[in-house]
């Protein structure tokens, strides 16, 4: 059976990634290990960096995923940034640089890298469109989950999240996962 590492330190990251995947002749086991993030643009090269680093550093198969939020309004702020800045100013910070903003659109990008020793990370995205809520609501989540409305509902991640009705786009899942099947074949 083949091993693949999830590297990550985040419990709740890896238990996602593995209720969206099952490969028969692969197992996946997370690596809580730290990784350097680089200044990118873009998810997608933050978490192709990250796998490229780790296969080499620990010589296996890893996976890295890296998830982003951009705000249209905000020129794409905080996009890649974002954990670094939604420590600084939070929920409300949000609200207030979006304070009488109309266009309130923004997108979450979810990328996720697969790479082997010695080789090019392979790596798969997808985007979750929305917009920017007016206040804060709901319990669960990150900051950003309490603000951010997916594109065709009217309530937050956050309460979605409280009623256990929020189902994530985990396209970059399922391109992985069609991925690993072919190099298994």
């Given at each position: 059976?083949?091993?693949?590492?999830?590297?990550?330190?985040?419990?709740?990251?890896?238990?996602?990634?593995?209720?969206?995947?099952s490969?028969?002749?692969?197992?996946?086991?997370?690596?809580?290990?730290?990784?350097?993030?680089?200044?990118?643009?873009?998810?997608?090269?933050?978490a192709?960096?990250?796998?490229?680093?780790?296969?080499?550093?620990?010589?296996?198969?890893?996976?890295?995923?890296?998830?982003?939020?951009?705000?249209?309004?905000?020129?794409?702020?905080?996009?890649?940034?974002?954990?670094?800045i939604?420590?600084?100013?939070?929920?409300?910070?949000?609200?207030?640089l979006?304070?009488?903003?109309k266009?309130?659109?923004?997108?979450?990008?979810?990328?996720?890298?697969?790479?082997?020793?010695?080789?090019?990370?392979?790596t798969?995205?997808?985007?979750?469109?929305?917009?920017i809520?007016?206040?804060?609501k709901?319990?669960?989540?990150?900051?950003?989950?309490?603000?951010?409305?997916?594109?065709?509902?009217?309530?937050?991640?956050?309460?979605?999240?409280?009623?256990?009705?929020?189902v994530r786009?985990?396209?970059?899942?399922?391109?992985?996962?069609e991925?690993?099947?072919?190099l298994?074949?």
């Amino acid at each position: 059976m083949k091993k693949i590492y999830f590297v990550t330190t985040n419990q709740y990251k890896f238990e996602k990634f593995t209720q969206a995947i099952s490969i028969p002749g692969i197992e996946i086991e997370q690596l809580s290990e730290e990784t350097p993030e680089i200044q990118a643009p873009n998810n997608r090269q933050i978490a192709e960096f990250s796998a490229w680093f780790t296969a080499q550093k620990i010589n296996l198969p890893v996976i890295t995923e890296d998830v982003g939020l951009y705000i249209q309004t905000l020129r794409g702020f905080p996009g890649p940034y974002l954990n670094q800045i939604e420590k600084w100013i939070e929920t409300d910070g949000f609200l207030q640089l979006l304070l009488n903003k109309k266009d309130r659109s923004a997108y979450w990008e979810y990328a996720i890298s697969y790479c082997e020793p010695r080789q090019t990370p392979k790596t798969f995205y997808t985007h979750q469109k929305g917009s920017i809520a007016k206040e804060a609501k709901g319990n669960s989540g990150w900051y950003m989950d309490k603000i951010f409305i997916p594109e065709g509902q009217v309530k937050t991640i956050s309460e979605l999240l409280d009623n256990r009705e929020y189902v994530r786009n985990d396209d970059h899942y399922l391109q992985l996962k069609e991925y690993l099947l072919k190099l298994g074949k």
